[in-house]
């Protein structure tokens, strides 16, 4: 996208306060395990997280960063006011990766690439919903700041799809990744139900 970014260690983001933080627009958070992100982030990083969003800075988290903004015993930033997000109802059928398709408030259909992603129902306003109707992608304000969070990676690669029968292109997925992206960084609202 020709956007500028740094990335950070945990021992960095463990250094930063809230003043380092908000020489930043947009925080991202990718998937991965949310338990271990809030185990190796102290309790003062993810405080600064939460008031450097308070203050403007803005969030977009990916499956594993979205349950990290939410509500848990795991050290999560909890934007959602106490609300602990469960997993996508699949994960229940012993199902841990999927394309799964999601559909938005203009009735757009994509086959998004699903790995034990959250089911983000509850908080915000719902961007994109899961087959079953839960929130797979949701977004509000959160003081100055904005948040995005998702329980789908529309960024993967095609060797993340092996396996998996999809309808939507990995070009129609990205491009989706990148109008999140431009949508976390600027604050801006997506189409929503």
Known sequence: MGLRFATATTSQL?????????KYRLLLVPGGNSITIGKYLSRTTTSNIHTAVYD???YLGLCAGGFFGGYSIYNAINF???LWYKYY???YKGINKAAVEIRSSNGTKLDQYWQDGPNLSGWG????KYPDGTSAIVENRFGSGFVILS?????????WRYGMSFTTSVATDNAYAKTMITSALNGTWMPHY
């Open 125 to 128: 306003y719902v961007v994109g």
């Open 56 to 58: 403007g800075m803005h």
């Open 14 to 22: 463990n250094g930063m306060g809230v003043t380092a933080l908000r």
């Open 80 to 82: 959602t006011s106490g």
């Open 151 to 159: 329980g789908v990676h529309p960024e993967a690669p095609a060797s």
């Open 89 to 91: 109802a699949d994960y």
